[in-house]
């Protein structure tokens, strides 16, 4: 696997039905991700934050999901990414939840639909 500044990465969750765990690669073996696993609604455990990719990872294999189109493409994914990180008021902290609320995976492809 190689991972690139920007790149979409994943771990399984162990909890089967195929599900997985993803986050943003930023480089020197950190990701940010939003880490909302709690079963409760409006927790504030279920929060945007940065993790070692040993954090990160559990224990589990990584897989990258997709890597930035360029550079510049790249760049912006990390700037967004760090963006609603530092925002403690993003739409994702304290909104966990498959069906009503936001997961992992809408944070990551928020950070890639960023404009070039």
Do not use: W
Not at 23 to 36: A, L, S
Not at 61 to 78: C, G, K, Q, S
């Amino acid at each position: 696997m190689k991972l690139t500044y920007g790149s979409e990465i994943q771990r399984e969750t162990g909890i089967g039905f195929g599900s997985v765990h993803t986050g943003i690669y930023i480089g020197n073996n950190k990701v940010i991700h939003f880490d909302g696993e709690s079963s409760s609604a409006n927790s504030k455990s279920d929060i945007v934050k940065e993790s070692t990719l040993e954090e990160f990872s559990e224990g589990k294999n990584l897989i990258v999901r997709e890597n930035p189109r360029d550079d510049e493409h790249a760049r912006r994914i990390v700037k967004r990414a760090k963006k609603i990180m530092k925002d403690e008021n993003n739409k994702y902290n304290g909104n966990y939840g498959l069906v009503f609320g936001k997961h992992c995976q809408d944070f990551t492809k928020d950070c890639y639909e960023v404009e070039l």
